[in-house]
């Protein structure tokens, strides 16, 4: 696994070996990183929620972002590992340890808002769905936030069926997984 783009492409990361953690796949990565850059800024900040080894957010900041808050309930130590691989700069990024739930709660609490977000959870486990109902979620939205969802294929159609508040800018399927790009149209989330 490797980072695709930016300042940091050809970096290989770190990731556990044999345990239940999805990586994105570095094709995937690139789709999504080329959907999203004309949205990304140097003062773009990003929440990658279920973060795992951090690629997505590490990605991020390597095409030039201001920060990425990093959420993840299991694998600090990998993210942790790989923002010391890249030598970050301890402004460019915060490793929260929590889960989705009590993250959002917490970000709001903390009046962080993101202009980037991300959720690759683990598939078919309905973490998708509950995020999107979280309350707290529309609070931490800036004003046209770019919200990039991973999802397993088959969670697509009850995933838009939640997307109300948001534009769809794009669906692509790559084999089992399913991105949806969306932006944020008010903060009634």
């Known amino acids: 696994m490797i980072i695709t783009s930016g300042e940091f492409a050809g970096i290989p990361l770190l990731a556990p070996k044999g345990m239940d ?47 990425t808050y990093f959420i993840e309930n299991e694998y ?53 769905k509950n995020l999107l109902k979280i309350s707290e979620l529309r609070d931490i939205f800036n004003k046209d936030c770019i919200v990039v969802l991973e999802i397993f294929r088959e969670e697509v159609e009850e995933t838009i069926d939640l997307l109300g508040a948001f534009e769809i800018l794009k669906e692509k399927r790559y084999g089992e997984t399913a991105v949806i790009i969306a932006r944020v149209k008010n903060t009634q989330v």
Do not use: H
């Open 76 to 128: 600090t130590t990998y993210i942790q590992k790989n923002t010391d691989k890249l030598k970050l700069l301890p402004t460019s990024f915060e490793i929260i340890k929590a889960d989705y739930i009590g993250a959002a709660a917490l970000l709001k609490k903390r009046a962080l808002k993101c202009d980037l977000f991300f959720s690759d959870p683990p598939y078919n486990k309905g973490f998708t």
């Open 21 to 67: 953690l999805r990586p994105t796949l570095g094709k995937i990565r690139q789709a999504i990183f080329n959907m999203v850059r004309p949205y990304l800024t140097e003062q773009t900040v990003c929440f990658d929620f279920f973060a795992g080894t951090g690629a997505l957010g590490l990605e991020a900041l390597s095409n030039g972002i201001l920060k």
